[in-house]
């Protein structure tokens, strides 16, 4: 009586020929899961700064001039900055403030203050974080006026991305990010 036992398994070889193609689709996954988040962040900055664009817009429509800063120009905009200390922000190898005086003059035209993109990106080899607002142009009162050194700046990450339609000059991309430069005003 010769009986045939049948092995009811699978080989290791089966078995390691499932596992080789999940790990294939994992990591495919997480490379479109990074490119998704990515592209949210990028997302979340440009809709920050067209808020941004519309209160200076609003606030040079009834004044005649841009909220001059008055503790720290360029200064950052927003809230909620930490990077490189509480109420700081830096682009690059320049650390910026936050000017409450400039903030409280665009609050009138902004519904709430955006809370900053909290995402670090490299420039330049230092790590950077905010948008910037610079009020260099101004007239002989001191007034922040409409001019080539009055701007805004942001970072998006990512080489090449559309900054938006606040681009004031070329972006300038380093380290595989774009650094973006607008009209406070947009396009005025």
Same mark, same amino acid.
């Given at each position: 009586? #010769?009986? !045939?036992? !049948?092995?009811?398994?699978?080989?290791?070889?089966?078995?390691?020929?499932?596992?080789? @193609?999940? $790990?294939?689709?994992?990591? /495919?996954?997480? /490379?479109?899961?990074?490119?998704? +988040?990515?592209?949210? +962040? #990028?997302?979340?900055?440009?809709?920050?700064? +067209?808020?941004?664009?519309?209160?200076?817009?609003?606030?040079?429509?009834?004044?005649?001039?841009?909220?001059?800063?008055?503790?720290? #120009?360029?200064?950052?905009? $927003?809230?909620?900055?930490?990077?490189?200390? &509480?109420?700081?922000? !830096?682009?690059?190898?320049?650390?910026? %403030? /936050?000017?409450?005086?400039? *903030?409280?003059?665009?609050?009138?035209? @902004?519904?709430?203050?955006?809370?900053?993109?909290?995402?670090?990106?490299?420039?330049?080899?230092? &790590? %950077? *974080?905010?948008?910037?607002?610079?009020?260099? %142009?101004?007239?002989?009162?001191?007034?922040?006026?409409?001019?080539?050194?009055? %701007?805004?700046?942001? *970072?998006?990450?990512?080489?090449? /991305?559309?900054?938006?339609?606040?681009?004031?000059?070329?972006?300038?991309?380093?380290?595989?990010?774009? @650094?973006?430069?607008?009209?406070? $005003?947009?396009? +005025?």
């Amino acid at each position: 009586m #010769n009986k !045939k036992i !049948k092995n009811k398994g699978f080989t290791i070889l089966e078995l390691l020929v499932v596992i080789s @193609i999940i $790990g294939i689709i994992t990591s /495919v996954a997480l /490379v479109t899961l990074g490119a998704a +988040r990515q592209k949210a +962040r #990028n997302t979340k900055t440009v809709s920050q700064v +067209r808020q941004y664009v519309n209160a200076f817009s609003q606030y040079f429509n009834q004044n005649g001039y841009y909220p001059k800063p008055t503790v720290s #120009n360029p200064t950052c905009l $927003g809230v909620g900055y930490d990077y490189p200390a &509480a109420g700081q922000c !830096k682009i690059g190898a320049t650390t910026y %403030s /936050v000017d409450a005086a400039a *903030m409280t003059a665009l609050s009138t035209y @902004i519904v709430g203050t955006p809370a900053v993109n909290k995402q670090v990106i490299n420039i330049n080899g230092n &790590a %950077s *974080m905010g948008v910037i607002y610079d009020c260099s %142009s101004v007239d002989a009162g001191g007034n922040c006026i409409t001019g080539p050194n009055t %701007s805004i700046t942001w *970072m998006l990450e990512g080489n090449g /991305v559309s900054c938006g339609p606040t681009t004031l000059a070329p972006t300038i991309t380093t380290e595989g990010n774009t @650094i973006c430069t607008g009209d406070p $005003g947009g396009a +005025r």
